[in-house]
Nanobody, 132 residues
Framework: EVQLVESGGGLLQAGGSLRLSCVVS????????IAWFRQAPGKEREGVAC????????????YYADSVKGRATITSDNAKNTVYLQMNNLKPEDAAVYYC?????????????????????WGQGTQVAVSS
């Protein structure tokens, strides 16, 4: 059974930083893509960042939405089965529920289109609020 458990949200200040964690279990080891998405009230879900953990190709390659490029970093710690999202210089528009998502055996096409959100497994989400 695949499980994704996010943590690390809360009330943060604009200009500050956040670090979200996603503990991942049950996925295909060394053949999975993990991503962070977010959804603000009244807005569509948005892809934030994705990391390929597929040793077949592109292992460790990261992908970012234009809205967070240069501010966000997605990393993985395989020993802890955890994927992190670090985001600096927070803006009020970063406030949202952040979700971790997983897709086993991604293709290159899937990775190119990761932001479309066609992931099989989703966490329950963690709320991030940003005060200006």
């Amino acid at each position: 059974e695949v499980q994704l458990v996010e943590s690390g949200g809360g009330l943060l200040q604009a200009g500050g930083s956040l670090r979200l964690s996603c503990v991942v279990s049950g996925v295909t080891r060394d053949d999975v893509a993990i991503a962070w998405f977010r959804q603000a009230p009244g807005k569509e879900r948005e892809g934030v960042a994705c990391i390929s953990l597929a040793r077949r190709f592109n292992y460790g390659r990261t992908y970012y939405a234009d809205s967070v490029k240069g501010r966000a970093t997605i990393t993985s710690d395989n020993a802890k089965n955890t994927v992190y999202l670090q985001m600096n210089n927070l803006k009020p528009e970063d406030a949202a529920v952040y979700y971790c998502a997983a897709f086993n055996s991604p293709t290159l096409l899937f990775l190119r289109l990761w932001a479309s959100g066609a992931f099989d497994y989703w966490g329950q989400g963690t709320q991030v609020a940003v005060s200006s």
